[in-house]
């Protein structure tokens, strides 16, 4: 048998306490999804703010980047017309998101989880994605 890392509840709040931080640092209330390695929802956090359209593009941000394993960002890059990945984002039930602000989460090689963030422009969107990633790996590493 495997054994497989798996990211916690205590890692998901380490997550969003800094995503949120940042969110507020740059100064963008934002939907924030945090998902297991399989893409299922862990926790979500909507700040007072956050567009109210932007829960579903978050949540499914984050389910992108655990279940395909590779950021929104690369997606959107290979998805255009005559791409690879081009028709990707009508999968799964038109789940799949193809805009940044969506990172895999990996630990020991192994992808853990995922998170997205919506409600900014797609450079703050990811930028709030990566302050969840950074924080955890530094937990991780202490």
Same mark, same amino acid.
């Given at each position: 048998?495997?054994?497989?890392?798996?990211?916690?509840?205590?890692?998901?709040?380490?997550?969003?306490?800094?995503?949120?931080?940042?969110?507020?640092? !740059?100064? &963008?209330?934002?939907?924030?999804?945090?998902?297991?390695?399989? *893409?299922? @929802?862990?926790? +979500? %956090?909507?700040?007072?703010?956050?567009?109210?359209?932007?829960?579903?593009?978050?949540?499914?941000?984050?389910?992108?980047?655990?279940?395909?394993?590779?950021?929104?960002?690369?997606?959107?890059?290979?998805?255009?017309?005559?791409?690879?990945?081009?028709? !990707?984002? &009508?999968?799964?039930?038109?789940?799949?998101?193809?805009?940044? *602000?969506? @990172?895999?989460? +990996? %630990?020991?090689?192994?992808?853990?989880?995922?998170?997205?963030?919506?409600?900014?422009?797609?450079?703050?969107?990811?930028?709030?994605?990566?302050?969840?990633?950074?924080?955890?790996?530094?937990?991780?590493?202490?």
């Amino acid at each position: 048998m495997e054994m497989v890392p798996r990211l916690t509840l205590d890692d998901a709040r380490v997550m969003m306490d800094a995503a949120e931080a940042k969110a507020r640092e !740059i100064g &963008v209330d934002m939907d924030i999804a945090i998902t297991d390695g399989s *893409g299922s @929802l862990l926790m +979500f %956090h909507r700040m007072d703010n956050a567009r109210i359209t932007s829960i579903n593009i978050a949540i499914s941000k984050a389910f992108t980047a655990a279940a395909a394993r590779k950021s929104t960002r690369a997606y959107g890059e290979t998805s255009m017309p005559g791409g690879p990945s081009y028709g !990707i984002h &009508v999968s799964n039930q038109g789940r799949f998101m193809i805009i940044a *602000g969506g @990172l895999p989460v +990996f %630990h020991e090689g192994r992808i853990v989880g995922g998170i997205g963030c919506s409600s900014g422009h797609a450079d703050q969107d990811e930028v709030v994605s990566q302050a969840g990633v950074d924080a955890l790996m530094e937990s991780l590493a202490r």
